[in-house]
């Protein structure tokens, strides 16, 4: 519960921070803020952010909607580290990260995204989908190659409500965050859909 507590105000702060950068200054005014709290810019950047991650080593990881991993290390922006091929119509794009439990070992991280074309295996149409991805920590790129999917055609059938939060548990469960897709709101209650769920997932895919 404190792990999930931390993340939360480390969301809310991370998204002061990115509004602060991108120029809202009323948020950098000292009287603004309750006692005890206070804003620092930590990067600014000049794509929309839907996501990030703090990293084992302390790192934060950003995702740009239209499909760069971008990390952020002392406030220096670097990367982008991976470039996906995205469709980021409307609310599509690169949409939610997490990092193995093992990920200082294997490299491991997750991605929700929304295919399109150039995408791996992409069928002619935007689906959403988790991919397992791994960084070089040697080289400190990501290999495009290296992608396995995980869970794939989660629907995204009018470019509205994709979700894409994803998580890993303390049970070392992928919790998987979805849309209904925006066009079939009934596929929430249909246990034969993906969409409209939290879905929890063995680390592989299982």
Do not use: C
Not at 33 to 62: C, M, N, Q, R
């Amino acid at each position: 519960m404190l792990k999930t507590f931390l993340l939360i105000i480390g969301l809310i702060f991370g998204a002061i921070n990115v509004a602060v950068a991108h120029g809202d200054e009323s948020l950098a005014d000292p009287n603004a803020w309750p006692v005890g709290f206070f804003s620092d810019t930590i990067v600014k950047t000049k794509f929309l952010i839907t996501d990030l991650e703090f990293a084992p080593d302390g790192s934060i990881w950003l995702l740009a909607k239209g499909g760069q991993v971008y990390k952020v290390t002392n406030k220096q922006l670097s990367g982008p580290l991976l470039s996906l091929a995205v469709n980021d119509e409307k609310e599509r794009g690169l949409l939610g990260i997490a990092f193995d439990p093992l990920f200082t070992q294997n490299g491991y991280f997750y991605l929700y995204y929304t295919t399109g074309p150039g995408s791996l295996n992409y069928e002619g149409a935007p689906k959403n989908r988790v991919s397992r991805f791994v960084f070089e920590a040697t080289a400190g790129t990501v290999a495009p190659d290296s992608e396995t999917i995980i869970l794939d055609n989660i629907g995204s059938d009018s470019g509205m409500h994709n979700g894409g939060g994803i998580k890993i548990g303390p049970d070392k469960k992928l919790y998987v965050p979805t849309g209904e897709g925006g066009k079939f709101p009934a596929n929430a209650q249909s246990l034969s859909s993906l969409s409209g769920k939290i879905l929890r997932l063995n680390l592989d895919g299982s």
